[in-house]
């Protein structure tokens, strides 16, 4: 049932997208994306529109969790002002601790009523429609045991862990665990255990280049403590 976001826009929820009943069964991922952005476009074309976090939680709706990791993981991407992808990480991570649990989305105070910069979204999915066009044809529904109702808290597990990695202040890091997550919620949507698979891969490259740059780090800071007590 369409819902009204704090900005008084109708918005009907994307829900649900991760059961047998999502989207078409033939090609479940095009037709998730193609519906999403179409409401948003539509959101997007009313006067002073304006998005928030929970704004965009209630036009995805509050039981699909796959596709809200993948929209906020790409949102992180983005070159955004200072403390936005930070404000990110801490929903991504929220978000998949609700989903490993199976509870339905939600934010709380500050972050759910922090502003996200619609007319980008619109633009960053414009370029997904294409991507996803692309990733439908190399994809396919197979091992789908990975993607299967019981797998998806252990895919919340995973977003967990991606999305706490986000948090760390190093630049860059966040690049590999975001396109890692971004995978990882492909695979689920059109049940691609494989594409899952992938995901989780360059997820885990992004924690190995993380613990490397924070080690790097540390052995600069002690080797410049030690050159300034040598001086």
Known sequence: M????????????????????AATVDDPLQATIDDFIARLEVLA??????LTCDGLIEAIGQHS?????????????????PGVNWMLGVVITGLAVLMTFSRPLRLWGWVGRRPLPLQALVKL?????????????????RLRHLTAPRALPLVGLFGVVMGTAMLIP?????????????????????????????????GVAGIVVLAFAAWLLIALLVAAEDVIDGT
């Open 2 to 21: 369409p819902t009204e976001n704090a900005e008084g826009a109708t918005i009907s929820p994307v829900e649900p997208t991760e059961g047998p009943s």
């Open 45 to 50: 074309e009313q006067p002073d529109a304006r």
């Open 65 to 81: 969790h796959t596709l809200a990791l993948l929209i906020f993981s790409l949102l992180n991407l983005l070159p955004l002002p």
């Open 125 to 141: 999915l414009g370029a997904v429609r294409w991507i996803t066009r692309l990733v439908t044809r190399i994809s396919a529904p």
């Open 170 to 202: 190093i630049p860059f890091t966040n690049v590999l665990p975001g396109i890692g997550l971004v995978i990882v919620s492909f695979g689920v949507l059109n049940r691609d255990g494989l594409l899952v698979i992938g995901g989780v891969i360059v």
